[in-house]
């Protein structure tokens, strides 16, 4: 993970803002700063209020889990969805968003996402306006690297985040952007979740 971040700071000013103002605003144009907000708390319970709460919340709506306002109060409601997302993945019903609960989390919209790389059916190509390069950006986004709006449009935007990516991850994409070029990304990042995961349970032994 902190890899994947340290690409972000090297190439987006939202990076440093989070970082010098971290509860300023909700990160929820990169998912990857949102995982990075909830690694580091490391728990959530009832009746808390924070920025990471509304966090866990913005994440458990995407996956359909959370049908409310993003308030920031862990109560009845965000503990229910809490549950009913840890019955659906065989994790201890506590209510409370545990480690593995907020680890499981994140890899479950990252295998959303993935999912959507699916529907890719040919290349993308620069100058191509499409759902396809929707899906590219949004991907891009997640990442930190595309920074504009999810238009379908491949710009100049769209040009210069796949540039950032291609060096990060040293893939083909500026010229040709394919379902397995992004699916290399999402795996790259799941390698670096798994170190953090790794890294955070030896920690908590200690």
């Given at each position: 993970?902190?890899?994947?971040?340290?690409?972000?700071?090297?190439?987006?000013?939202?990076?440093?803002?989070?970082?010098?103002?971290?509860?300023?605003?909700?990160?929820?144009?990169?998912?990857i700063?949102?995982?990075?907000?909830l690694?580091?708390?490391?728990?959530?319970?009832?009746?808390?209020?924070?920025?990471?709460?509304?966090?866990?919340?913005?994440?458990?709506?995407?996956?359909?889990?959370?049908?409310?306002?993003?308030?920031?109060?862990?109560?009845?409601?965000?503990?229910?969805?809490?549950?009913?997302?840890?019955?659906?993945?065989?994790?201890?019903?506590?209510g409370?968003?545990?480690?593995?609960?907020?680890?499981s989390?994140?890899?479950?919209?990252?295998?959303?996402?993935?999912?959507?790389?699916?529907?890719?059916?040919?290349?993308?190509?620069?100058?191509?306006?499409?759902?396809?390069?929707?899906i590219?950006?949004?991907?891009?986004?997640?990442f930190?690297?595309?920074?504009?709006?999810?238009?379908?449009?491949?710009?100049?935007?769209?040009?210069?985040?796949?540039?950032i990516?291609?060096?990060?991850?040293?893939?083909?994409?500026?010229?040709?952007?394919?379902?397995?070029?992004?699916?290399?990304?999402?795996?790259?990042?799941?390698?670096?979740?798994?170190?953090?995961?790794?890294?955070?349970?030896y920690?908590?032994?200690?």
């Amino acid at each position: 993970m902190n890899g994947t971040l340290n690409q972000i700071a090297k190439h987006s000013f939202l990076y440093g803002f989070v970082l010098s103002q971290p509860f300023s605003f909700n990160v929820n144009a990169y998912p990857i700063l949102e995982n990075k907000e909830l690694l580091e708390k490391g728990h959530l319970e009832y009746g808390e209020h924070s920025e990471s709460v509304q966090t866990l919340q913005l994440k458990l709506k995407k996956l359909s889990y959370y049908d409310d306002d993003l308030d920031g109060d862990f109560g009845i409601l965000t503990e229910h969805s809490v549950k009913q997302f840890q019955k659906d993945h065989q994790i201890d019903v506590s209510g409370q968003a545990d480690a593995q609960t907020i680890f499981s989390l994140i890899d479950a919209e990252r295998k959303r996402n993935v999912k959507k790389i699916e529907q890719l059916t040919g290349s993308v190509t620069p100058g191509t306006h499409s759902k396809e390069v929707k899906i590219v950006q949004e991907a891009l986004q997640y990442f930190g690297y595309y920074e504009g709006e999810i238009d379908g449009i491949y710009g100049p935007l769209t040009e210069k985040a796949l540039a950032i990516a291609e060096e990060e991850h040293q893939i083909e994409l500026k010229f040709e952007v394919t379902k397995t070029s992004l699916e290399t990304m999402y795996e790259n990042d799941e390698k670096e979740q798994e170190k953090a995961s790794q890294t955070n349970h030896y920690k908590n032994k200690r």
